[in-house]
């Protein structure tokens, strides 16, 4: 007889991190074609900290659970999945619904976590690292010998971006704060204070010919600039609007306003690309596909994993009824790394 209870967190509107919520219930069957994972690590992204604000720009209505993506066990198999799934460490990329004890899960969306992947270490990698594996090799496709910016390089994705990066051979010009100068020098990184008071020229004295990518998660004014810095054939790949996360108004006009902006430019006859990098697109169209990458490109990054190209930065693990307390410590920004909910 199954003791286990569902414990899931609830997102119930626009609130304070205090006002997240505890919900206890029945644990999910399994469907045709689904599985229920028992949730080992879930963790606590920039997603969130927008979605509570009402910022997130497809979010579902109030209340909800999130959690971007989860870590953990498979419980239980429906009709049309191989049984012998159970008892698998898996990942899955979910986007709402992973703060929570048990997760229903399309079997089709998981990919397996090698052996010898602790559960919040593989956590530490699913939305951050598809997200900076497909930016640096599918949208700008960097070689060895080339150079790039990495915004926010101690941030979630910029800290994986910045181990793919050189791990591919490339040179990396990183912003952050002073205090996180040394530890990117340790990793082969030139750091720049994201603060300095002409940021783009800083970056021009370092690079004068151009970059051959810029990745910024930032937005908003600064885009332009991102752009002026790239060398012919160079690409700039935005994924996010930091800038916007405090805004009023239309959560959709940013985004709407950054495709047109990138629309022009790529319209432009200057052998310049720009990309709006959203981790999602693709999956209305084309399902299978976007699972097969998917899949593939969150194995090469637990492959980066294990041959010690990538190391899993773990910011702080708390137990999923702290979430509120995990949420409040991502947003002082006073942390390096993932945080991670256990069950």
Not at 291 to 319: H, K, N, W
């Amino acid at each position: 007889m199954n003791t286990e209870e569902l414990v899931e967190v609830v997102l119930p509107g626009k609130v304070e991190p205090q006002g997240l919520q505890i919900r206890h219930g029945a644990v999910p069957t399994a469907g045709p074609g689904q599985v229920v994972i028992r949730m080992e690590a879930t963790g606590v992204s920039f997603a969130e900290q927008q979605m509570r604000r009402g910022r997130y720009y497809d979010q579902p209505p109030f209340p909800f659970v999130p959690g971007y993506d989860l870590v953990g066990t498979v419980l239980a198999t429906g009709e049309g999945v191989a049984p012998d799934l159970a008892g698998t460490r898996v990942a899955a990329l979910v986007k709402v619904g992973g703060w929570a004890s048990h997760v229903l899960v399309d079997a089709a969306d998981v990919v397996p976590v090698p052996e010898g992947i602790g559960a919040a270490e593989a956590e530490t990698l699913v939305v951050n690292g598809i997200t900076a594996w497909q930016m640096l090799h599918r949208k700008a496709r960097v070689r060895a010998g080339q150079t790039v910016v990495v915004y926010g390089a101690n941030g979630g994705v910029g800290s994986v971006l910045v181990q793919l990066a050189r791990a591919a051979g490339a040179h990396v010009i990183g912003t952050a704060s002073p205090r996180h100068h040394e530890a990117l020098r340790e990793q082969g990184v030139v750091p720049v204070d994201y603060r300095a008071r002409d940021l783009p020229a800083r970056i021009r004295e370092l690079a004068p010919r151009g970059v051959h990518a810029v990745f910024d998660h930032v937005g908003g004014r600064g885009l332009v600039d991102s752009w002026r810095l790239l060398a012919p054939g160079g690409t700039l790949v935005s994924y996010g609007s930091a800038t916007t996360l405090d805004a009023e108004g239309s959560k959709q006009w940013p985004v709407l306003k950054l495709l047109g902006r990138v629309w022009l430019w790529n319209a432009l006859p200057n052998r310049r690309r720009a990309y709006f990098f959203n981790v999602w697109a693709g999956r209305a169209l084309a399902r299978n596909r976007f699972r097969s990458r998917l899949r593939a490109d969150l194995t090469q990054v637990f492959a980066a994993l294990q041959r010690g190209e990538v190391t899993a930065r773990i910011a702080a693990r708390l137990p999923l009824a702290e979430a509120a307390d995990a949420l409040r410590l991502a947003e002082s920004g006073t942390v390096a790394g993932k945080i991670v909910l256990n069950p």
